[in-house]
């Protein structure tokens, strides 16, 4: 399963962008992208280094809603033993 984080560019030099997500700064590669207008402030699905889709900024508040979601779950399971 591949799982693509939402992330808040912050800086751009070329095809690379410096971006945030929950107070982590990653560089991403925007070469999947370079037909699609960017700027700062936009948001961008992550995968393994390369933004793969630009998002609204609704997107990216619903799809980290639901991320946190997943970990508060995650938490508390406790597997049955069978």
């Known amino acids: 399963m591949c799982l693509g984080i939402p992330m808040q560019i912050i800086a751009i ?5 410096r ?4 107070g982590i700064e990653r560089d991403v590669s925007l ?3 370079q037909h699609e207008p960017i ?3 936009d948001f961008v699905m992550v995968h ?3 933004a793969l889709q630009k998002m609204t900024p609704q997107e990216a508040q619903s799809t980290w809603e639901l991320l946190d979601e997943m970990l508060v779950l995650e938490a508390n ?3 049955s033993r069978a």
């Open 31 to 33: 070469f999947m992208l």
């Open 13 to 17: 030099n070329g095809f690379n962008a």
């Open 48 to 50: 393994v280094g390369y």
């Open 77 to 79: 399971f406790t597997p």
């Open 19 to 22: 971006c945030t997500a929950k």
């Open 39 to 41: 700027a700062i402030g």
